[in-house]
């Protein structure tokens, strides 16, 4: 009767572990329940507990047999259940004349939520001018409020082949809610949008309630079609129960073929031969070869600041104390990244062969940690595991910021230390001093790397516990006395001596405004309400969306989207959390070096993850899976424990559980996409390193130009904004010569406000995007910014630079006809002074507005307002440009230009132009004039509109 309980709870677990459309937070709450109540049974019944998957170990007998003649039948009736299963996913499909498709594709889902880092590159380049999304679903109850998303184009709405809502490529607010009445059953939804290039944003949420509560529809199907009844007949859950049953039926015959095949203990010299093979085989997976090694060399602009740092130090400036802008991590990493500047001569290519460095040391003392101290087998696990585990893991080997790869590099060895200070009983001073050291530096470039010190910190504190315990019979005072006097003590003095004086910038009153380590701990993050509302930090933060992300069934920080490659998708994380619970009772049979059978390691690592959790879920930040870093380390030898404590249980129910890890990860691990390498971007190809941006540099410098800034615009839709290619990406990359900025007072305060007074600054354009966000407002008001305009604005009728082209890229240098004095000694005056430094912040970027980057006259008086530019000096001129950058009517519309005469009259040289093609209103004399201030005056239009300038040039 125990036997069979068990067994019901068994199948109960797979069955949970395998059926589709459960909650990941609901299958955790009964998988703790299941496994509550087989530990309890199992504890008062073990021997009926090693019954329940026959584990005895038994040679074929004539009942095993049909045993495996009905698990294979079963099986096939789970795939043909599987088989009829409706697919889930939508259709998309790109129409050409007449309606004709010309490509289709089915998109794994589990929502109605599509976005374009969730299809091929194909869909991508070139993108379809008109697109046809259709899905098919079932609701088990009536829904009242359906809400319609198309992030750009002309829309047209199909529910249940009837018209249900359209929308205008001119609209502005791209979200329909509709009072939709829908009954219990299946559905259909067709979205046809014109003008879809490049790829939109695509969703359909619902309520039940019919005002509020608006979810994403789920458990949607490709194309249109009924499916109620497969649906109902062939749930994917059916497929699942079918699988489960024939594993049980097959479970004997695995236990007698698996049993003597893992029997006979793995040599030293063959575990060394295997890591050797495996490594050459499938390590590369998780390097970042496909960047590094490719050429196509994609980073962010925190990436680049450390790059600033290393370009700073070859140029011999004082060493950076933190991260630019981030007064709580330490730049430690600048160091190594200027060496290797300095010998490959490639900045670009450096930042990416740093984190493969700290990587590959990551990954062999981690492997060789495991081999040493735990088992060999673990080890080959950990080196399978580090092959397999996700997009993640690549990614952050491939980032040189923040010092998350070193963070690893640096754990793996301080674990190293202490497990080898436990084994040996002993905490050498050698030992102490590279503690301490290597502690002081990953804490100095990332405090969030503690729980690696607090658990290497526990194993070197052990002997001296130990030395403690052995003079118990002696008086408290003279073991205090003792132990000061000790040697024993002495490593850990300097130990700690060590980490103190590394961590000094984090202590010592070098600024008093930098924050310090513990303020870094509890300092918040400004989030989105939406963001948070209602969230449940352990289950919503880490089980729900870091987990999912750290161990590869999701992408890393792509809007934090399932892959849709991914199979059994929650099966990871739910290991993951059964190991963590199960590493405190998993001891190992005792033999030489392998501590993982001892009780104060298996705690010790216990605390580790749980420290590492509670850090990630309760932190003020909001989630996100670079915080867990630590569990990198940990989780091999977490699901290896548990996978070994199974097969002591069932050589059978090992072989399962491992199966459905490895599915899960297999399932992912070849696919890898240049937009998955972007955190919190929109961006479909990263930030690329500009085409021939050696012949950028060149002529940069033959036209003595100091400042570069760039703008790569908004490369999704209209609708949203991708990652500024902001100019930090360049000003590491140019030997020191010419700086790249774009709103740089973030991070380079100093650098920003010589670049915004400067006359020697060029500008850099990727070809192809959009340089502003028309529909988030009415086309009324703001106009459309593309690289027609700006090749019109920088063209010979207007500000006349010196144009190239170059790959994807427009260059556009400063003539010699500018003004030559420097904008830092121009004086700007208005009756308006409403940011009027921004006025000549050599910022065009139309984005800038509502950031304090242009100069606004605000609403203009009755009498009429006045914008004045003096130089300290008389110059010659013949040509004024006012840029007004997106907004459609705030130009000058009725305006006097004056100038002043040495003896204080002023006197009129014309009256500025409005010219729509560039965006601005342009002051043109027929011959030169002489004088040393120009003042504009103006008087409010008819509509009340406001006067808004960008960016102002004199020639």
Known sequence: MINALLTMLLFGFFWLCLAPGIALPMRVEWLTVLGAAGLIIARFAPESARGALAVRRLTLSRYEPAHLLIAVSLSMCAAVSLWLSPQQGLRIERLGADDAIEQSEDILLDEFTLQPSLV????????????????????????????????????????DGRLAAWQEQSESNRFLVLPLELEAGAHQVECVIDGAAPFPRVAVSATRSGTTGFTPVAGIHPGLHPLAWREVIFAGWLGAALGVLAFFFAAPSLNAIAAPFFAHPITRFAASVTVAAIALIALPHPLPHHEALSGAIRYEADEAAFGVMAQRLLDGQAPPLFHYGQVYQGTWEAWPLAVLIHFLGDPALALKVLPMIWGIIFIITTIYCYFEFFSTRSSLFALVFFCVVGAHFGWILSKAWFGYSFSLAAGSILMSIGLRAYQRNEFSALSALAWGALSAATLYELPISLPF???????????????????????????????????????????????????????????????????????????????????????????????????????????????????????????????????????????????????????????????????????????????????????????????????????????????????????????????????????????????????????????????????????????????????????????????????????????????????????????????????????????????????????????????????????????????????????????????????????????????????????????????????????????????????????????????????????????????????????????????????????????????????????
């Open 120 to 159: 091929d590159d194909g869909w991508i380049e070139p993108a379809p001018d008109r697109l046809r999304v259709t899905a098919s679903f079932y609701t088990d109850r009536a829904l009242h409020s359906v809400m319609l998303f198309a992030s750009h184009g002309g829309a047209v709405w199909n529910i």
């Open 453 to 955: 010190v607090a658990a290497s910190g526990v194993l070197i504190v052990h002997p001296l516990f130990v030395s403690w315990r052995k003079s118990r019979s002696v008086a408290f005072s003279q073991r205090i006395a003792a132990l000061a006097g000790s040697r024993r003590l002495r490593p850990y003095l300097l130990a700690g001596l060590t980490l103190a004086a590394g961590l000094f910038p984090y202590w010592a009153p070098i600024d008093p405004g930098s924050a310090r380590a513990a303020e870094f701990l509890r300092q918040g993050r400004a989030l989105p309400e939406a963001r948070v509302a209602g969230e449940r930090p352990l289950v919503d933060r880490f089980i729900g969306e870091c987990l999912p992300v750290l161990l590869g069934s999701r992408t890393p920080y792509n809007q934090q989207s399932d892959l849709r490659q991914a199979k059994l998708a929650y099966i990871p994380s739910i290991l993951f959390l059964i190991s963590l619970a199960w590493i405190p009772f998993a001891g190992f049979a005792q033999k030489t070096g392998n501590l993982i059978g001892d009780k104060l390691i298996r705690l010790t690592l216990f605390c580790m993850g749980v420290f590492t959790i509670l850090l990630v879920s309760y932190s003020p930040f909001g989630v996100w899976p670079w915080y867990a870093l630590p569990l990198y380390w940990l989780s091999p030898v977490l699901f290896f424990s548990l996978l070994r404590s199974a097969w002591r249980l069932s050589p059978s129910l090992s072989i399962g559980l491992c199966g459905l890890l490895f599915v899960s990860w297999m399932s992912t691990a070849s696919f890898s996409s240049p937009r998955m390498q972007n955190p919190s971007s929109l961006s479909q190809d990263g930030m690329l390193v500009p085409t021939r941006f050696n012949q950028v540099k060149k002529l940069v410098k033959e036209k003595g130009i100091e400042f570069l800034l760039c703008d790569q615009g908004f490369d999704i839709s209209p609708n949203d904004a991708g990652r500024d290619w902001i100019g930090e990406c360049l000003t590491f990359d140019s030997n020191g010569s010419v700086t790249g900025s774009d709103r740089l007072s973030r991070r380079f305060p100093e650098d920003a406000w010589r670049a915004i007074r400067s006359n020697a600054v060029g500008y850099l354009y990727r070809q192809g995007f959009y340089y502003n966000n028309p529909s988030l407002e009415s086309p009324e008001r703001y106009l459309p910014m593309n690289m027609d305009v700006l090749k019109s604005l920088f063209g010979k009728e207007c500000l006349d630079y010196h144009a190239y082209t170059l790959d994807d890229y427009e260059l556009f240098l400063p003539s010699e006809k500018m003004i030559s004095m420097e904008k830092s000694t121009w004086k700007l005056e208005s009756n308006n002074p409403t940011f009027l430094d921004a006025a000549a912040d050599n910022n065009i970027s139309p984005r800038g507005y509502n950031r304090n980057t242009y100069w606004s006259s605000g609403y203009i008086p009755s009498d009429g307002g006045y914008l004045r530019i003096t130089f300290p000096e008389p110059k010659p001129f013949s040509r004024v440009v006012l840029f007004h950058g997106t907004k459609a009517n705030d130009y000058l519309h009725e305006n006097q230009a004056f100038c002043l005469t040495e003896g204080g009259e002023w006197y009129e040289v014309g009256s500025l132009k409005y010219y729509r093609a560039y965006r601005s209103s342009i002051l043109t004399t027929d011959k030169p004039v002489v004088s040393r201030s120009i003042e504009i005056r103006f008087t409010p239009p008819e509509d009340n509109s406001w006067l808004t300038v960008f960016e102002l040039w004199v020639f």
